[in-house]
């Protein structure tokens, strides 16, 4: 079984940098695509950033041109680089893997790591 364990979150004021990490038990980089997810107070879980096999990456519009998702293969963690973070990213921040063959999530929902973003 894949277990994966977000880390990184934290308190920064509008305009600051967090760069999460997402730990995962072997590399499974190159048999799914893994993606950051992010869930606010009282909204649903949405996405933030993907990255596929072959190092394709994705960003939803409000996230792109400040996020950066990457990965290191040896270090079998993924991480996303967050700049110029706005109030409105305040949310858990998830990760996962999707095996899109069987429509399925590779591991269970862990705990995420908390994102806040406020003066």
């Known amino acids: 079984q894949v277990q994966l364990v977000e880390s990184g979150g934290g308190l920064v004021q509008p305009g600051g940098s967090l760069r999460l990490s997402c730990a995962t038990t072997?590399?499974?980089?190159?048999?799914?695509?893994m993606g950051w997810y992010r869930q606010a107070p009282g909204k649903e879980r949405e996405l933030v950033a993907t990255?596929?096999?072959?190092?394709?990456?994705k960003y939803a519009d409000p996230v792109k041109g400040r996020f950066t998702i990457s990965r290191d293969n040896a270090a079998n963690t993924v991480y996303l680089q967050m700049n110029s973070l706005k109030p409105e990213d305040t949310a858990v921040y998830y990760c996962?893997?999707?095996?899109?063959?069987?429509?399925?999530?590779?591991?269970?929902w862990g705990q995420g790591t908390q994102v806040t973003v406020s003066s």
């Open positions: 072997r590399n499974i980089f190159s048999i799914y695509p």
């Open positions: 996962n893997a999707r095996d899109n063959w069987n429509a399925r999530w590779v591991a269970q």
């Open positions: 990255i596929s096999s072959d190092g394709t990456t």
